[in-house]
């Protein structure tokens, strides 16, 4: 009979503990991740009170500023004006009591498996890359991260032309170096 009680002991002690499978891999929730840790980070330079409220109220602010995957984020977690769900609570909570991001991220993977399926795009590295092999859609996307248009662009061409002409103000390292080539 005690040999049971301790076994049911051991079994409900191995279900409370964390299982190492919920922990997050390298690479997973990169979004998320990175997205609070930049908040986490704000948060203490503009010494903002460490309240649950004032958190959220932050946190809505800089979700009103972020774009693409980071504005995918906040959709997900209601930070955005369209977002069907409002799970803010379970962000400014735990960081009101400085609780490790990727712990926060973990704990949202949970509640919505979409938050960390979002991947950042990978960079294109303008000083090297050969404009003529990218497709349009990644000309579109640069232009894009730069906050412009190309208005009457029907051609690759005229994409290209659009790029190079904005490099040197969105990118002047990269333009540099295409002129030293």
């Given amino acids: 009979m005690l040999c049971l009680s301790s076994l049911s002991v051991a079994l409900a002690?191995?279900?409370?503990?964390?299982?190492?499978?919920?922990?997050?891999k390298d690479g997973e929730c990169e979004v998320c991740v990175s997205f609070l840790g930049r908040f986490y980070q704000s948060l203490?330079?503009?010494?903002?009170?460490?309240t649950s409220a004032d958190i959220e109220k932050d946190l809505v602010k800089t979700c009103k500023d972020a774009k693409g995957k980071e504005n995918r984020f906040c959709y997900y977690i209601g930070g955005t004006n369209d977002a069907a769900t409002k799970i803010l609570n379970e962000i400014s909570k735990p960081l009101s009591y400085h609780t490790p991001v990727d712990k926060i991220c973990e704990k949202l993977k949970?509640?919505?498996?979409?938050?960390?399926?979002?991947?950042?795009?990978?960079?294109?590295?303008?000083?090297?890359?050969?404009?003529?092999?990218?497709?349009?859609?990644?000309l579109k996307k640069i232009l894009e991260e730069w906050g412009e248009s190309c208005k009457g662009c029907a051609e690759k061409s005229d994409f290209i032309?659009?790029?190079?002409?904005?490099?040197p103000k969105y990118a002047p390292n990269a333009a540099q170096a295409r002129t030293d080539l």
């Fill in 13 to 24: 002690a191995l279900a409370l503990a964390p299982s190492s499978s919920d922990a997050l």
């Fill in 44 to 50: 203490q330079d503009n010494h903002v009170k460490f």
């Fill in 110 to 138: 949970k509640k919505d498996s979409q938050i960390c399926e979002l991947k950042y795009d990978k960079q294109v590295d303008l000083s090297t890359v050969d404009l003529k092999k990218l497709k349009v859609k990644d």
């Fill in 161 to 167: 032309r659009k790029i190079n002409e904005l490099m």
